[in-house]
């Protein structure tokens, strides 16, 4: 018998047989290949999102003279560090001498104090004009006119963080109770917007860890214009902050927490399988709601909501 081998154009045949990579996979491995990037060569990777006019050196003062240690290297080796959690501030000294190295320039001390103190040097508000900038390029080159698709989603999420311990951070952002004196980390809380079609930073707000995300939240109100869409999980399921959204006429699609969801038999209206309009009675005052008292009489009795049970079969 006469072997044949199938030809299937634009098709490889070990690549059909291997198992197809996830969204996550294949972030990762992108990442991989940018952690890979010298300080140069990522500065060349994300000239479109930041151009070097904003990190041009200032004009007097700290970070104005060009060297090693210049403004847009300590900016790119910083950012490196972030790309990378496990990346000490060793490890970016180490790209700065093969920086200097591929240069023909001296290179720097093994010791990483020149690069921390210059990284301290870069003000804050300067890295929050960085971000906007990203931000808005994002927007621009992600948005959509004319279409069902044009209203806004922005996902609403937060995290915690530890900085390092300083009597000034211990402070303002106190460690865990539990924890006992001088073993552990300041601890903070961050509660940021992000617009789901471009992935860019909205806004962000920080506070310490006693600070629950709603109220951050609440402090970043002015992100949202009528027509988005609030996009949460169930830490943000909360009846006073969808009234006052929509009120802003912004629409709210949260994961339903606390509460037991709506049997058919209880429901308003029957739209569907598993698709209810419901009714959601005022919370009972307490004083350990996240508002005060007056805000609670002023809030309606019920508001209307549309109930959706969906089955999620993919773990994460």
Request: one cysteine or more; a positive charge.
């Amino acid at each position: 018998m006469k072997n044949t081998t199938l030809f299937l154009p634009g098709f490889h045949l070990a690549t059909l047989r291997r198992t197809p990579r996830s969204a996550s996979q294949k972030l990762a491995e992108e990442l991989a290949r940018i952690r890979r990037h010298t300080i140069s060569q990522l500065g060349e990777c994300f000239t479109g999102f930041i151009p070097k006019q904003l990190l041009h050196p200032e004009k007097t003062g700290k970070l104005s003279r060009r060297r090693l240690f210049s403004k847009e290297n300590i900016f790119w080796g910083f950012f490196s560090q972030v790309l990378d959690a496990e990346s000490g501030c060793a490890e970016v000294v180490r790209k700065f001498q093969a920086f200097a190295a591929s240069r023909s320039l001296p290179l720097p001390s093994t010791s990483s104090s020149a690069y921390c103190q210059a990284r301290q040097k870069i003000e804050q508000s300067e890295l929050k004009g960085i971000l906007a900038h990203t931000t808005s390029q994002l927007t621009q080159q992600h948005s959509v006119k004319n279409n069902l698709e044009s209203r806004r989603v922005i996902v609403v999420d937060g995290t915690g963080v530890s900085m390092p311990d300083t009597p000034s951070n211990q402070e303002q952002w106190p460690q865990q109770r539990h924890q006992k004196q001088g073993c552990g980390f300041p601890q903070a809380r961050i509660c940021a917007c992000f617009d789901l079609r471009s992935g860019g930073v909205l806004s962000y707000q920080v506070g310490n860890r006693k600070q629950q995300e709603l109220p951050l939240l609440r402090q970043q109100w002015n992100t949202f214009k009528a027509g988005d869409i609030f996009l949460g999980d169930k830490g943000f399921c909360s009846f006073y902050d969808v009234h006052k959204f929509s009120i802003r006429d912004v629409d709210s699609v949260i994961t339903l927490a606390r509460r037991k969801p709506v049997t058919a038999a209880n429901a308003d209206k029957i739209l569907g399988e598993d698709d209810l309009l419901i009714y959601w009675p005022k919370p009972k005052w307490n004083k350990n709601l996240s508002y005060s008292k007056e805000e609670w009489l002023a809030l309606p009795e019920k508001i209307s909501l549309r109930q959706i049970k969906v089955n999620v079969d993919e773990p994460g």
